[in-house]
């Protein structure tokens, strides 16, 4: 049986298939899972005896019996048990090999989104590179969609460590019909929100090369095509009625990019451990975003994350959460006569368009400039599995020019929120965060492909 | 009998691999390794087409198609009939057809690794003990065996359903309500621990994760019990490296070699530790040794499918690994996977028999006896690796073909492990070892026969395993 992970490491199968009469009953287990676990096995032979199958039709069938099996155990037991079994069949049904359904939000603003999700592995016998690969699509209430694939390839020569080259390919199509956008800088207005839909496209590769002492060099190419459009399916203005090209670059226009960079990263520990009090993760990226049609729209962008968590008092009995502290610096850098368009800008503000959390209690999408700097402090505890508590305190501010980009005059947010854990990954978050002159906000975010636990972040969004 | 010396028991479950399969072929240049030469077993298909076992294991990509190890694909293992066919004695014939049935290739569960590929296993398989007489504890998948390495027994049950172990006292529970400490350490949060994840809401009592492994290693500070757990997925540039088909084989030797290397990297740990590596079950990939019936029952039992815990299940590799067992010995020792809390209990919290909770633990054979050295042994195994480039060339290397050991001049690797086995009884019987010669011994055949004598008198229980095992 092919192992799933998650903090809960779970295999579904049984091999229940007859009955006797004059054995005791094995304890601890209702009887009404027994027959689930007999149901499934007897297909398990039934599926081996109609063969032989290929190892794809074999899979799918294995999803199929398992997800049978899974459904059966939640309604087979009782109490808090169910909570768990649950979470089996949201792994089975929801991740692994197969095809599978999926449910979340695409990005702020697109409303739930469901779709399909097929996802495969498969190991190279003559040379040490390891495959898995998921093609998905999924759409949302309010007409977003994305579709896409990846290929990862996982290096499995022999290394002590057990550290790997490790390279994805992918290709994302994303349709995102209404974002919003409340012009540029920190002082934007929220009287000037209107909205504009997006189209982009990306193809590439990216990959990490392990190094000594923790370090790894990160490395990418790809073709970025991206466009805005007018949307005018609401109340909210069109983006074109409220800003010009003059103070919104690239308003009108569509870019075509070739995209290269390389950076580096760096954990410690390297190894998780529940006993360690601090891990540190940091990484520095270097972009460059060639135009490739001439428009004067090529930049190139340094990114900088500094994420410090810290495991409180780790030799306690009891669990007393983790307290984080994550930096991020964003700068862009243009040659003269050249901007960065608004759409590729990065934006502070609920929750940007990478899913990423950052100034919680403003709108999504607020503060839009080609430079950002935030700090977010968290702490997380768990209060019943899979619930758990999260309190959070934002700052940040956006800024026009590099030189602006500093500790004074920024923004800030704290709020509190649950969170739905499925093992160690966020399944859906839930918040509510106030501070500064625009009031409260609540949202919510998820995605059933972290069912996975982010071990195997399954579907390719 | 408790041993003063060690202080650290350490138990690295893998995934998945059977006896032949990973060190059946140590026998070409170990004889007294109850393993396979090549072309000397055989399984048949469905059409009668001859499945011999040879080498050409392959580290990932043959077995896609992951082998049955349900108790029905078991049973059709071992007595080569399909579940529900009455069936009395095992022959080990039918793991080719299972693996026929789920479209996979029967040549390809005929397989073994050669020894130069597995440079990690091989290399402490020849400076520590085998012991070439462990079974799985249940004819089936993973959770029942590994309930008998956390608990001494399955409950009665065969099947994958995690949560028939909750409220059971497991041998960590037990630890604790003695004062010990009992830990398993998972690899990381993302790959996630088997079996035991009640346990996991007292996180901090029972568990942590490989980098506190190294960590306790290096410190010396080692709990009195450890039950290390490797990656069970591949996750952002690391392979999964529990050997689990189709998990890459060479990753779990890293990792094994990995293990070694963090109780070595501090010497009080080494010399106060003792290491066994076993795997859970076979994985559905062929052995050949019958396993034997359980000598003492427990009383559980299941219904459905009906089955009284009567026989053990495939054979699995295992390796007993401290500075205080000899260099090179094969035990012929009958053990399961009962015999891991066994020992524990023996060692740390009293004599099986009385303190273990269940009868597999309580009449379950203990390795504690191997440790027979007095000075703790600090050198090293020779790990030279095999490359990559190398291991797809062995692994594309026509099969291996039988041949007479009898007259081929004893190695000196085997001269050595000759000597010291006769050291060994020297120490431990010398009436007995007056009558055997270390000069004598000029040819592998001389050496099988010295060694099986000299391990009759040291392990005579090795004997009647034996004797068990070809019944």
Redesign the interface.
């Known amino acids: 049986?092919?192992?799933?992970?998650?903090?809960?490491?779970?295999?579904?199968?049984?091999?229940?298939?007859?009955?006797?009469?004059?054995?005791?009953?094995?304890?601890?287990?209702p009887d009404k899972?027994?027959e689930c676990?007999?149901r499934a096995?007897q297909e398990?032979?039934a599926w081996?005896?109609s063969?032989?199958?290929?190892?794809v039709?074999?899979d799918f069938n294995k999803q199929r019996v398992e997800t049978g099996q899974t459904w059966c155990?939640i309604w087979a037991?009782n109490g808090y048990?169910r909570v768990?079994k649950g979470e089996d069949f949201g792994r089975v049904f929801l991740t692994g090999d197969g095809l599978h359904p999926t449910l979340g939000s695409i990005v702020p603003g697109s409303g739930l989104a469901g779709g399909l999700a097929l996802n495969l592995d498969?190991?190279?016998?003559?040379h040490?590179v390891?495959f898995?690969g998921a093609v998905e699509a999924r759409g949302s209430v309010n007409g977003f969609w994305e579709a896409g694939g990846t290929l990862n390839l996982?290096?499995?020569?022999?290394?002590?460590?057990?550290?790997?080259?490790?390279v994805t390919l992918s290709a994302i199509h994303r349709e995102l019909p209404q974002l919003t956008f409340f012009g540029l800088g920190n002082e934007s207005s929220l009287a000037n929100q209107s909205l504009f839909g997006l189209s982009d496209t990306t193809v590439g590769a990216s990959g990490?090369i392990?190094l000594p002492k923790n370090f790894?060099i990160l490395a990418g190419i790809e073709g970025l095509w991206a466009g805005p459009q007018a949307f005018h399916g609401s109340t909210i203005p069109s983006i074109e009625q409220i800003f010009t090209p003059a103070n919104t670059p690239a308003l009108n226009t569509s870019t075509g990019y070739f995209v290269y960079g390389a950076g580096i990263d760096w954990k410690y520990?390297?190894?998780?451990?529940?006993?360690?009090w601090y891990k540190t993760d940091a990484s520095a990226v270097f972009r460059s975003y060639v135009e490739g049609t001439g428009a004067p729209y090529s930049f190139r962008r340094f990114d900088v994350t500094w994420i410090q968590a810290f495991n409180l008092f780790?030799?306690?009995?009891?669990?007393l959460g983790t307290f984080s502290i994550t930096g991020r610096l964003l700068a862009s850098f243009t040659s003269t006569g050249n901007q960065v368009p608004f759409y590729l800008q990065p934006t502070l503000g609920g929750t940007d368009i990478n899913n990423v959390d950052v100034l919680r209690s403003y709108r999504d999408y607020r503060f839009r400039t080609p430079n950002a700097l935030d700090f977010q402090a968290e702490y997380t505890h768990k209060i019943v599995?899979p619930l758990g508590l999260l309190l959070f305190y934002d700052v940040g501010k956006v800024a026009l020019a590099r030189s602006d980009l500093d500790i004074s005059h920024m923004k800030h947010s704290f709020g509190v929120g649950f969170t739905l854990r499925a093992?160690?990954s966020v399944l859906f978050k839930l918040y509510y965060a106030w501070g500064g002159p625009e009031g409260s906000h609540t949202t919510y975010t998820g995605n059933t492909n972290n069912f996975a636990?982010?071990?195997?972040l399954r579907g390719v969004f | 009998m408790p041993n003063d010396k060690i202080k650290h028991i350490v138990v690295l479950m893998m995934?998945n691999r059977s006896f032949d399969h990973l060190l059946g072929l140590l026998k070409t240049e170990i004889p007294d390794v109850r393993g396979v030469l090549g072309n000397d077993y055989f399984n048949q298909t469905t059409a009668g087409a001859t499945m011999p076992v040879t080498d050409g294991a392959?580290?990932?990509?043959?077995y896609?198609?992951?082998p049955?190890?349900?108790?029905?694909?078991v049973y059709m293992q071992m007595y080569g009939v399909p579940?529900?066919t009455p069936a009395t004695q095992p022959n080990m014939s039918g793991f080719a057809q299972s693996y026929?049935?789920?479209?996979?290739n029967p040549a390809d569960i005929m397989r073994c690794f050669q020894p130069s590929q597995l440079p990690a296993l091989s290399g402490l398989a020849r400076q520590y003990v085998i012991c070439d007489q462990w079974f799985s504890s249940v004819p089936?998948?993973?959770?029942p065996n590994r309930a008998f390495a956390h608990f001494g027994t399955s409950?009665?049950?065969?099947?994958?359903?995690?949560?028939?172990?909750?409220?059971?006292p497991s041998i960590y529970q037990r630890m604790t309500k003695a004062n010990k400490r009992g830990m398993i350490y998972y690899y990381?949060?993302?790959?996630?621990?088997?079996g035991l994840?009640f346990l996991?809401?007292d996180?901090?009592?029972y568990?942590?994760?490989?980098?506190?492994f190294?960590?306790a290693c290096s410190n010396n500070s080692l709990p009195d019990y450890s039950f290390v757990e490797p990656?069970?997925?591949?996750?952002?540039?690391?392979?999964a490296?529990?050997q689990?088909p189709?998990?890459?084989v060479?990753?779990g030797?890293?990792?094994l070699?990995?293990v070694y290397?963090a109780i070595r990297s501090n010497d009080q740990t080494w010399q106060s530790t003792l290491l066994l590596v076993v795997w859970d079950e076979h994985g559905g990939i062929f052995d050949h040794e019958i396993p034997p019936m359980v000598s003492h029952v427990d009383?559980?039992?299941?219904?459905?499918?009906?089955f009284?815990f009567d026989r053990l299940g495939v054979r699995v590799p295992a390796l007993v690994i401290s500075p205080y067992v000899p260099a090179g010995i094969v035990d012929h020792t009958v053990y399961e996977h009962a015999s891991i809390p066994a020992p524990v209990t023996e060692q740390f919290l009293g004599p099986p028999i009385t303190s273990s909770p269940y009868a597999r633990e309580q009449y379950a054979n203990t390795f504690l006896h191997l440790l027979t050295v007095d000075q703790p042994r600090m050198e090293r195994p020779n790990f030279g690796?095999a490359?990559?480039r190398a291991a797809?060339a062995m692994a594309a290397k026509p099969q291996i073909q039988p041949k007479s050991q009898a007259g081929t001049p004893v190695s000196a690797l085997l001269s050595n492990q000759v000597q010291e086995v006769y050291d060994l009884l020297s120490r431990n019987h010398p009436q007995q070892a007056r009558d055997l010669h270390p000069s004598s011994v000029k040819t592998e055949q001389d050496a099988s026969q010295f060694i099986g004598k000299a391990m009759a008198t040291i392990h005579p229980e090795a004997a009647q395993a034996e004797g068990k095992g070809k019944g």
């Open positions: 049986m092919r192992m799933k992970c998650g903090i809960l490491l779970i295999a579904f199968a049984a091999c229940l298939s007859a009955s006797g009469t004059h054995a005791q009953t094995p304890a601890g287990i899972a027994e676990d007999k096995a398990k032979v081996a005896k063969g032989p199958h290929d190892w039709a074999s155990h037991t048990d768990h498969y190991a190279a016998k003559s040490p390891r898995s996982l290096g499995s020569g022999k290394r002590l460590d057990d550290r790997h080259i490790n990490s392990p790894q520990p390297l190894e998780e451990c529940l006993q360690c780790p030799q306690a009995r009891v669990d599995d093992g160690n636990a982010d071990s195997n | 995934e392959l580290y990932q990509g043959q896609i198609m992951d049955g190890h349900d108790f029905t694909d579940f529900g026929e049935q789920q479209g996979g089936g998948p993973t959770l409950f009665g049950r065969l099947d994958m359903s995690p949560d028939y172990f909750r409220s059971k990381a949060t993302w790959s996630g621990t088997l994840t996991l809401s996180q901090k009592r568990f942590g994760l490989w980098g506190d190294q960590k990656a069970y997925c591949d996750h952002a540039g690391v392979d490296n529990d689990h189709d998990h890459s060479q990753a030797d890293s990792f070699q990995a290397e009383g559980f039992t299941s219904t459905a499918p009906p009284a690796a490359t990559p797809a």
